[in-house]
């Protein structure tokens, strides 16, 4: 009976996608769940995974091509193949998965970013997948049956498909229900099932209704000195902890900062996710980790409440990302946009502080380390590390190579901290100055084969979680330094930054919980 179903020529052609899938599109799903069931002796388990994926996607495809025909049949394959290729690539070069936050990620990004994604294996990939798409769409010889006939052959093989499923998970779900629920990360990596669902939910996300933009502190008053305050705020960008030197890194990545005995370090830091499009809005946001979600970006922020209580807000940005959509109520914004390294943020430091003596606050964002082209995020005085990986396709470069050139990113942070702490320096007899430098998430560099970052939070690495983090005071605030100090290797986030600046403006309001002002 199954036999006679492969005399219509599109179930022919249902197998063979299925099995192109299967097969080329989840080498990073394959490689993964293999080396975990050979790990764990679950042999059975690795030789009969392939099979049970191939009929899972028979399954599916049939479900998904139930109500096409002909030509919408052949379109909607066509689809599905560049689906594969595209997060085949990305998973198998990056690591990547491809869930909701990363097309979150993929719509906030630039034209530049994008160029720096632009490698040969990727056209590699879409070339190998436009040829197939040819072979389908022009050269294949399907011949359909009528509507009705191939609808029901269609719905045929599915229950078949679902049922023959259904029978071996049951005969082996001793060995499948243990190892998927010790590695439930795997279904992530399930191409292009996966990137699917996760499109349909990032669309459904966003034809939902979007929330009143919503007033927070209304209550808040603001104590102003004689002496006015000046924080300056470095909103770091894919800076990770453990390749500070302040951190006990063996490599001197930080050789200015680490001379100074006027900062302190925070050893233990975790950011609000692993992309700068969830981190920095949530970090400067009432709402905490746990409590986040897109639709808290219509509350007003803490840059709002500092606004509103008559804090100066100026806002420097060299991000290729933008501000994310923080700044867009301030209006002292220069965007840069990442053409230019990060010193960019520091040229008008001066000028514009002696516009205006007031309580002030300076958000300089960095392109910092972003990659994959770390290359191209510092001058070439600062190529200290070598050799480095002078090109985007990581996979050219050894890993020493990568962790090099990354190393040169975070030792020209060091440079831009240190000049930025001068500049306070030299403004010491007229303001109060605070520096604090967070960076908005870490990056992975091929650390079991991931790459990058962007990674769902429960299943990122450290790397992508743990964020170098630092506060300089003046000497006139030594006290306060020292208190910190005291508590450097306590568990912060990116939870306590919204109350921590509250504070240090001495602001009253019923939104500050003085348990997360760090410096309390």
């Not at 299925?18 to 993964?32: H, V």
């Not at 080396?35 to 690795?46: D, G, I, M, R």
């Not at 803490?302 to 209006?331: E, F, M, Q, Y």
């Not at 990122?460 to 170098?468: G, N, Y």
């Amino acid at each position: 009976m199954l036999l006679s179903l492969f005399s219509f020529q599109s179930q022919r052609a249902i197998f063979m996608v299925a099995l192109g899938i299967a097969t080329l599109c989840n080498i990073t799903f394959f490689s993964k769940l293999f080396h975990y069931a050979f790990n764990e002796q679950n042999y059975f388990l690795a030789f009969s995974a392939p099979l049970i994926l191939t009929l899972i996607l028979i399954a599916l495809l049939n479900i998904l091509l139930l109500f096409t025909h002909k030509t919408l049949f052949k379109w909607t394959i066509i689809v599905l193949i560049f689906t594969g290729a595209l997060s085949s690539y990305f998973m198998d070069t990056f690591g990547t998965i491809i869930d909701a936050n990363m097309y979150t990620n993929a719509m906030q990004t630039d034209s530049a970013e994008v160029l720096d994604l632009l490698t040969p294996k990727l056209f590699l990939y879409l070339g190998c997948a436009a040829l197939i798409a040819f072979w389908v769409l022009f050269k294949s010889p399907i011949s359909f049956s009528s509507y009705t006939k191939e609808f029901a052959q269609k719905a045929f093989v599915a229950i078949v498909s679902l049922m023959l499923i259904s029978g071996l998970y049951m005969s082996l779900s001793k060995s499948y229900s243990a190892f998927f629920r010790n590695h439930h990360e795997l279904k992530m990596y399930l191409n292009p099932s996966y990137p699917i669902a996760s499109f349909v939910k990032f669309m459904y996300t966003k034809i939902q209704p979007k929330p009143e933009f919503r007033a927070i502190a209304m209550d808040a008053t603001r104590v102003s000195s004689e002496k006015k305050k000046l924080v300056v705020f470095i909103l770091g960008e894919t800076a990770r902890a453990q390749n500070f030197s302040l951190s006990g890194y063996d490599v001197p990545t930080n050789p200015l900062l680490s001379k100074r005995n006027d900062i302190v370090f925070l050893n233990n830091f975790a950011s609000c996710g692993t992309a700068t499009a969830i981190s920095v809005p949530c970090m400067f946001s009432k709402f905490g980790r746990n409590d986040w979600s897109e639709e808290k970006e219509s509350y007003e922020n803490v840059v709002d409440v500092l606004a509103k209580t008559g804090v100066r807000i100026i806002w420097r940005d060299n991000n290729s990302g933008g501000d994310k959509a923080l700044a867009k109520r301030i209006s002292d914004v220069v965007k840069y946009g990442g053409k230019a390294f990060d010193d960019v943020l520091l040229n008008d430091f001066q000028a514009n502080l002696d516009k205006a003596y007031e309580d002030t606050f300076v958000v300089l964002h960095q392109e910092g380390s972003h990659g994959p082209t770390y290359f191209k995020r510092y001058p070439d005085a600062f190529k200290k590390f070598a050799p480095t990986c002078d090109t985007q396709e990581l996979d050219k470069c050894s890993h020493e190579q990568i962790v090099n050139t990354y190393n040169n990113t975070i030792l020209y942070t060091d440079y831009i901290i240190n000049e930025t702490i001068n500049l306070l320096k030299a403004n010491e007899d007229n303001y109060e100055t605070t520096l604090i430098y967070i960076s908005d998430h870490g990056e992975s560099l091929g650390e079991n084969g991931v790459y990058l970052h962007g990674l769902p939070y429960m299943i990122a690495p450290e790397a992508q979680k743990h964020v170098p983090a630092l506060f300089y005071f003046s000497d006139k605030q030594k006290a306060t330094r020292e208190h910190l100090a005291l508590r450097a290797s306590e568990r912060f986030s990116h939870d306590n930054l919204f109350h921590t600046l509250l504070g240090r403006f001495a602001i009253t309001t019923a939104e500050y919980k003085p348990n997360l002002d760090i410096l309390r």
